[in-house]
């Protein structure tokens, strides 16, 4: 099942399941009591922390949810949050999921400094989704801006281009046509 956020980041491949860790995980848990599939597959736009050029596709399978107070020392959490459904999280790009856009590269920074170079809203919540229903999943994610000051406005000028390109990688790939 190929799955993405949906509004304005919809495709007639996939299933929209919300904007966001709350509205991804509440629509997402619903799909999997109702049809679970074989596999999951979320696909969407993020922001680079630096490592990542705009345009670029990743793919990844590992996301965590590390909120600024974490980078700052101002916060805590005692949940997990990191979770990957690959074999070799070594050489996974690490995709941090937050309700918030970072505008801040110095923030971005310690982002990267953490191993985390993508922001994308949702995908912490498919993984966990997915591994409490025993589901294999992954992401497939079109890098539209940079994590600073400008990350809105970008993401605005890029975000039909980065979903042309998403179904064309995959048309490519073989899982749409």
């Given at each position: 099942?190929i799955?993405c956020?949906?509004?304005?980041?919809?495709?007639?491949?996939?299933v929209?399941?919300?904007?966001g860790?709350v509205?991804?995980?509440?629509?997402?848990?619903r799909?999997?009591?109702?049809?679970?599939?074989?596999?999951?597959?979320?696909?969407?736009?993020?922001?680079?922390?630096?490592?990542?050029q705009?345009f670029?596709?990743?793919?990844?399978?590992?996301?965590?949810?590390i909120?600024?107070?974490?980078?700052?020392?101002?916060?805590?959490?005692?949940?997990?949050?990191?979770i990957?459904a690959?074999?070799?999280?070594s050489?996974?790009t690490?995709v941090?999921?937050?309700?918030?856009?970072t505008?801040?590269?110095?923030?971005?920074?310690k982002?990267?400094?953490?191993?985390?170079?993508l922001?994308?809203?949702?995908?912490f919540?498919?993984?966990?989704?997915?591994?409490?229903?025993?589901i294999?999943?992954?992401?497939?994610?079109c890098?539209?801006?940079?994590?600073?000051?400008?990350?809105?406005?970008?993401f605005l000028?890029?975000q039909?281009?980065?979903m042309?390109?998403?179904?064309?990688?995959?048309?490519?790939?073989?899982?749409?046509?």
């Open positions: 099942m799955l956020a949906g509004d304005s980041e919809s495709f007639p491949f996939a929209p399941i919300g904007i860790m509205n991804a995980a509440i629509h997402l848990s799909l999997m009591l109702m049809n679970p599939p074989e596999y999951l597959l979320f696909v969407g736009t993020a922001g680079s922390y630096g490592n990542h705009i670029d596709m990743v793919e990844s399978k590992t996301a965590a949810n909120e600024q107070g974490f980078l700052t020392g101002t916060a805590y959490t005692p949940l997990n949050n990191v990957s690959a074999e070799d999280v050489r996974e690490i941090n999921s937050s309700n918030y856009i505008t801040d590269k110095e923030i971005a920074s982002y990267l400094a953490k191993r985390l170079e922001e994308n809203m949702e995908f919540s498919v993984l966990a989704v997915a591994r409490e229903f025993d294999p999943a992954g992401g497939l994610f890098v539209t801006n940079y994590c600073d000051e400008k990350a809105h406005e970008t000028k890029n039909a281009k980065a042309e390109l998403i179904e064309t990688y995959l048309k490519d790939k073989g899982l749409v046509s």
